[in-house]
């Protein structure tokens, strides 16, 4: 689905939409390592204009299958957030927004909402994402020569050894009276 940013530009009053699309096949070809599956896609908030500028805000939610950042087995998961994107025409107006919020700047006349869809779903994931059973054990994945181990078991090995060259200085305390 696509807007027109100068026939969304000539609503002088706020107005609301709600849609749903299925987005499944372009969001697994967009990011095949990231998406296994996605349910319909509930699209609903308000566009705003405002200071030459077109104001999305929106609540985006799905179902969405990813893969365990551990084993690659699929995890489903509840997707329900809001976003809010400023869309401007041309680039100097963008220096006049305050920089935490995000400003796109459209091009072609053109505000592909597909893509404005997925991006944020995406960027929804978890950077780790466990199934139940993974969270549950806490187990790591392990080979016939190979093992993954959390980076608190690599902390608490390295506060276990000793370097070598000081192993004769950690007695030297101990044997001094005075300490």
Known sequence: MEWYFTELRKHKEPFQFDETMDLEQSLVE?????????????FKGTVTIERDSV??????????????????????????????????????IIDSFAKEEVVMLVEDDVISVDKLIEDNIVLQVPMQVLTPEEEKEGVMPSGAEWQVISEMDV????????????????????????S
């Open 30 to 42: 967009r990011f095949p390592d990231v998406v296994i599956k996605c349910s319909p896609i509930n």
């Open 55 to 92: 104001i999305i805000d929106a609540e985006i939610s799905c179902d969405l299958t990813v893969p365990s950042s551990r084993s690659l087995k699929p995890v489903h998961m509840n997707l329900d957030f809001f976003i809010s994107e400023i869309y401007v025409d041309n680039p100097s």
């Open 155 to 178: 902390e608490s090995e390295h506060e276990k050894q000793v370097d070598p060259r000081l192993a004769k200085l950690k007695g030297l305390l101990k044997d001094n009276p005075e």
